[in-house]
């Protein structure tokens, strides 16, 4: 970290979570989500409409009953989880590099976290956005808040974006031994699936290089395994709408797989750098009940690499070269 000429901060940025598991909390929260044009590339006139007519009124209700699955007495997992890491990466760096934690969406937000750390001294900021794979849906997003916040001030700190980590040796490293300890504690399975968050497929013909860095992911992470061809695939899940997103989807490609007579699979989402609503509640509960009701045995789920020790070193070292 190059902090000799100015004290240097870091903020940590996810994506947002409702502050309760609540139809009104959620809508809140997905009324400043889908709003942003990075999340919903379509014009305003016509997405707008939809958003306030259909999926406001209706979709929240629906989404309570999911959280509610996966809410603990320490509220959101996805809050829960990035607070962990926020500490965690504090004790790590010491007291003379202090680190926020925002969201892109929702509480505690990127404006806020910016005015902490300065507030704490920092006069040059590493913003880390937890999404390893770039996209304009996500990272972008980040990027956006962070230079809209800092617009109307006259002095501006110094700005180093860490923009993806999809290939970095310790983020494959952390996630290869994860798989590990897994199936150290749980046995071996008949194969690991890989599973992204998809995005529109419209997104990826524009340029969004998102699908290149999960597969690159994807590939590092079977290779840091010694898995052979057959042994592991990449799928992509939690679509919404009508119009194509990344294929295969998961929700398809599990049947089929118990279909094909796996009975024991393995299923990690390295997208994710915490477990939160389509990881815990998504992955673990629906689509692991999709399997066995398929005729598969048992989806075991691969947690997040969350606030583990190897996980919490890569976020430094990536902090440490910006």
Request: aromatic share 8%; with cysteine; glycine share 8%.
């Amino acid at each position: 970290m190059n902090n000799t000429q100015s004290p240097t901060g870091v903020l940590l940025v996810n994506l947002g979570t409702p502050s309760a598991p609540t139809p009104a909390a959620i809508r809140a929260y997905l009324r400043q989500f889908l709003s942003d044009p990075r999340v919903v590339e379509l014009p305003r006139a016509l997405w707008l409409p939809v958003l306030h007519g259909f999926i406001l009124p209706f979709r929240p209700g629906r989404l309570a009953e999911a959280y509610g699955k996966v809410w603990g007495p320490d509220g959101s997992p996805l809050m829960a989880w990035s607070l962990r890491q926020c500490a965690a990466l504090q004790a790590r760096l010491g007291e003379g590099v202090p680190v926020e934690l925002a969201m892109t969406y929702g509480e505690p937000s990127i404006p806020r976290a910016l005015q902490k750390l300065e507030q704490r001294g920092a006069q040059r900021i590493v913003v880390l956005p937890l999404y390893p794979q770039y996209s304009g849906t996500t990272t972008s997003a980040v990027f956006d808040a962070v230079f809209a916040a800092l617009r109307q001030r006259r002095a501006l700190p110094d700005i180093a974006t860490v923009g993806s980590y999809y290939d970095h040796p310790a983020y494959i490293a952390a996630l290869a031994q994860s798989v590990r300890a897994h199936r150290s504690a749980q046995g071996a399975a008949d194969h690991l699936l890989i599973s992204f968050h998809s995005i529109p497929q419209a997104c990826v013909d524009r340029g969004d290089p998102y699908q290149r860095q999960c597969v690159a992911t994807a590939q590092l992470l079977a290779q840091a395994l010694k898995l052979k061809d057959g042994e592991w695939s990449l799928s992509y899940q939690s679509r919404l709408g009508n119009q194509p997103w990344l294929q295969p989807y998961t929700d398809i490609v599990l049947p089929q797989m118990a279909a094909r007579g796996l009975r024991k699979l393995d299923v990690i989402c390295p997208g994710f750098a915490a477990d939160c609503l389509e990881t815990l509640e998504e992955v673990a509960i629906r689509y692991a009940g999709l399997f066995t009701g398929s005729g598969g045995e048992e989806l075991r789920y691969v947690p997040a690499l969350n606030d583990r020790p190897d996980h919490i070193a890569m976020m430094a070292a990536l902090v440490g070269s910006a």
